[in-house]
T-cell receptor, first 112, second 109 residues
Framework: NAGVTQTPKFQVLKTGQSMTLQCAQD?????MSWYRQDPGMGLRLIHY???????DQGEVPNGYNVSRSTTEDFPLRLLSAAPSQTSVYFC???????????FGSGTRLTVV | AQRVTQPEKLLSVFKGAPVELKCNYS??????LFWYVQYSRQRLQLLLR??SRESIKGFTADLNKGETSFHLKKPFAQEEDSAMYYC???????????FGTGTQLKVEL
């Protein structure tokens, strides 16, 4: 039982490049979310999903896309990377009956 | 809209001293509040949830609806308590976590 797995751990992109941050969980959790962590701002919700095929926007969705084709995977796509997207990204999941989220170890992204 | 305020960016205490990490919230509904902790080079993990009224690692937190506060307390700080602590409110039908800006606790010997 690996929990929530995020890849890659580190990534450097040039402005304008696209990439996908991967998130997978093996706990059969229905709810999955993406957050970004910036200094002095805590974590902010980007997108979330309540089940396969269902996604919705969070607080800061611009510049990001998500999809949820399976229960296990919830990838986050950066369409055209900008320096403002330099951040640490966390994926989290929980099951229906438990309000405590399990977090991944994070992806540190730098856009130059 | 919901909001969580943690007024202290850094709190430094000596080992064995009491600890209180402050958290105030604003939310029009009935709040579901948590404390999450992030130790150095580790992932975020749930410390405690207000509704469970548990004591985890010696920490407790009481929800005060009148003062809209959810302060985290521990009577005697340990060196291993040094970490970043986030106060969090859950809304949106259980889909949205709103984080405070975090308090870095440093326990000195």
């Amino acid at each position: 039982n690996a929990g929530v797995t995020q890849t890659p751990k580190f990534q450097v992109l040039k402005t304008g490049q696209s990439m996908t941050l991967q998130c997978a969980q093996d706990m059969n959790h229905e709810y999955m979310s993406w957050y970004r962590q910036d200094p002095g701002m805590g974590l902010r919700l980007i997108h979330y999903s309540v089940g396969a095929g269902i996604t919705d926007q969070g607080e800061v969705p611009n510049g990001y896309n998500v999809s949820r084709s399976t229960t296990e995977d919830f990838p986050l796509r950066l369409l055209s990377a900008a320096p403002s997207q330099t951040s640490v990204y966390f994926c989290a999941s929980r099951d229906h009956g438990n309000y405590g989220y399990t977090f991944g170890s994070g992806t540190r992204l730098t856009v130059v | 809209a919901q909001r969580v305020t943690q007024p202290e960016k850094l709190l430094s205490v000596f080992k064995g001293a009491p600890v209180e990490l402050k958290c105030n919230y604003s939310y029009s509904g009935s709040p579901e509040l948590f404390w999450y902790v992030q130790y150095s080079r580790q992932r975020l993990q749930l410390l405690l949830r207000h509704i469970s009224r548990e004591s985890i690692k010696g920490f407790t937190a009481d929800l005060n609806k009148g003062e809209t506060s959810f302060h985290l307390k521990k009577p005697f700080a340990q060196e291993e308590d040094s970490a970043m602590y986030y106060c969090v409110i859950l809304t949106g039908g259980g889909n949205k976590l709103t984080f405070g800006t975090g308090t870095q606790l440093k326990v000195e010997l």
